[in-house]
C-alpha cells in the first residue's frame, strides 16, 4: 500500500520566545491508504497537537505534512475531523447538520436531490436514518456521536480523523460504536486516524498503534503494528493470543516502562 498521509520531522511549539512550549518533536510517520492508526500516550503528550496538525487546524511549526502527496496547509474536506464531543449544530436536525456539510462539498456541483440522497445516505451507514428529523437535544449522546461519524462520512474524506470520540460513552454504547466503525470503514476503505487512552479500543481497531512517550518534547516512542486478521469480532479476541500480547505491549508502554523508553529531554 503507498503511503498516504505522511509526516517529516514535524514538530508543534506553542507560544514564541522564553514562553515557547515544545509539545511534540521529530515526529516521522508514513500511513498507507486504507490504514487504521491510533495514536496512545498519556493525557496531555500532544496526541490531539498531532490529529490538529494533520487536521490542518495548527500549522505546524516544524517538519513537512503531506496528505494524498500535497502538503497540508490548512483545513480541508479530504481531512474530516470528529472530536470527543459531537459538535453538532443545536438548532438544526440530525438530517440538517449532515446536509449542510454535504453542501458545503458537493453542493458546486450537484443537484439538491443528490444532496439530500447523500445526507440521508451517511445517517443510513451510521444507522441514524430513523432519527434523521430529530434535533440533537432529543437524541443520546451515543447517537449525538454517530451523527457526528454521519457528518464525517458524508464528506467522503480521504482521510478520517478522530479525537478520542467515543471517550464520552458508556463502555456498551462504545463497543456498538467500535463495531459499527469497523463496519463502515471496511466498507469504505477510509484511512482512519483516531487518539484513544483505551487499550482495548486500539487493539480491536487498529493496524498500527503509535505510541507517543511522554511530554514535553514528545515524539514517537513505538509503534506497533498489530498483525490481527480482520473481520474482528470482541468475542474472539479476548482468547486470541496476539491480541493479548498486542494488549500487553500496550499496557507495559503506557504503565511501566516510560521512563527508560522516554528520550532525553534537551
Ligand atoms: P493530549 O491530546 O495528548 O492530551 P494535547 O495535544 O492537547 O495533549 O496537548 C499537548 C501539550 O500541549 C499539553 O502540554 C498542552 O498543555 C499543550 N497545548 C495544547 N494546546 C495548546 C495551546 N493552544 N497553547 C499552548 N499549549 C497548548
Ligand atoms: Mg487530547
Same mark, same amino acid.
Request: aromatic fraction near 4%.
Given at each position: 500500500?503507498?503511503?498516504?498521509? $505522511?509526516?517529516?520531522?514535524?514538530g508543534? $511549539?506553542y507560544?514564541?520566545?522564553?514562553?515557547?512550549?515544545v &509539545?511534540? !518533536?521529530?515526529?516521522?510517520?508514513?500511513?498507507?491508504?486504507? #490504514?487504521?492508526? =491510533?495514536?496512545?500516550?498519556?493525557?496531555?503528550?500532544?496526541? $490531539? =497537537?498531532?490529529?490538529n496538525?494533520?487536521?490542518?487546524?495548527?500549522p505546524?511549526?516544524e517538519g513537512?505534512?503531506?496528505?494524498?502527496?500535497?502538503?497540508?496547509?490548512?483545513?480541508g474536506?479530504?481531512?474530516?475531523?470528529?472530536?470527543?464531543?459531537?459538535?453538532?449544530?443545536?438548532?438544526?436536525t440530525c438530517? #440538517?447538520?449532515?446536509?449542510?456539510? *454535504?453542501?458545503?462539498?458537493?453542493?458546486? &456541483?450537484?443537484?439538491?436531490r443528490?444532496? /439530500?440522497?447523500?445526507? *440521508?445516505?451517511?445517517l @443510513?451507514?451510521?444507522?441514524m436514518?430513523?432519527?434523521? !428529523?430529530?434535533?440533537? !437535544?432529543e437524541?443520546s449522546?451515543?447517537?449525538k456521536?454517530?451523527?457526528?461519524?454521519?457528518?464525517?462520512?458524508a464528506?467522503?474524506?480521504?482521510v478520517?480523523l478522530?479525537?478520542?470520540?467515543?471517550?464520552?460513552?458508556?463502555?456498551?454504547?462504545?463497543?456498538?460504536? /467500535?463495531?459499527?466503525? /469497523?463496519?463502515?470503514? &471496511?466498507?469504505?476503505?477510509?484511512?482512519? %486516524?483516531?487518539v484513544?487512552h483505551?487499550?482495548d479500543?486500539a487493539?480491536?481497531?487498529?493496524?498500527? %498503534?503509535?505510541?507517543?512517550?511522554?511530554?514535553?518534547?514528545?515524539t %514517537?516512542?513505538?509503534?506497533?503494528?498489530t498483525?490481527?486478521?480482520?473481520?474482528?469480532?470482541?468475542?474472539?479476541?479476548?482468547y486470541?493470543? @496476539?491480541?493479548?500480547?498486542c494488549?500487553?505491549? *500496550?499496557?507495559?508502554?503506557?504503565?511501566?516502562?516510560q #521512563? #527508560?523508553? /522516554?528520550?532525553?529531554?534537551?
Open positions: 500500500m503507498k503511503n498516504f498521509v $505522511s509526516l517529516e520531522r514535524v508543534q $511549539s507560544g514564541s520566545g522564553r514562553n515557547a512550549f &509539545a511534540l !518533536r521529530d515526529i516521522d510517520l508514513s500511513i498507507a491508504q486504507g #490504514e487504521f492508526v =491510533t495514536l496512545i500516550g498519556h493525557s496531555g503528550c500532544g496526541k $490531539s =497537537t498531532l490529529l496538525l494533520i487536521a490542518g487546524l495548527v505546524a511549526t513537512v505534512l503531506l496528505c494524498a502527496g500535497r502538503e497540508i496547509r490548512g483545513p474536506p479530504d481531512r474530516a475531523v470528529v472530536f470527543q464531543n459531537h459538535c453538532l449544530l443545536p438548532w438544526l438530517l #440538517e447538520n449532515v446536509h449542510l456539510a *454535504v453542501k458545503r462539498v458537493f453542493g458546486a &456541483a450537484e443537484d439538491a443528490r444532496l /439530500q440522497e447523500r445526507s *440521508v445516505a451517511a @443510513r451507514l451510521v444507522g436514518d430513523h432519527a434523521a !428529523r430529530k434535533y440533537p !437535544r437524541i449522546g451515543g447517537m456521536q454517530r451523527v457526528g461519524i454521519a457528518r464525517a462520512l464528506m467522503e474524506p480521504k478520517l478522530m479525537d478520542e470520540p467515543f471517550g464520552a460513552l458508556d463502555s456498551l454504547t462504545r463497543a456498538h460504536l /467500535q463495531d459499527a466503525l /469497523q463496519e463502515i470503514v &471496511a466498507a469504505t476503505g477510509t484511512t482512519t %486516524i483516531m484513544t483505551d487499550i479500543e487493539v480491536l481497531l487498529s493496524d498500527r %498503534i503509535v505510541m507517543l512517550g511522554k511530554g514535553p518534547a514528545a %514517537i516512542a513505538r509503534i506497533l503494528p498483525g490481527l486478521a480482520r473481520p474482528r469480532r470482541r468475542n474472539d479476541l479476548a486470541d493470543a @496476539r491480541y493479548l500480547e494488549r500487553a505491549e *500496550v499496557m507495559d508502554f503506557l504503565h511501566g516502562c #521512563e #527508560e523508553l /522516554q528520550p532525553a529531554v534537551a
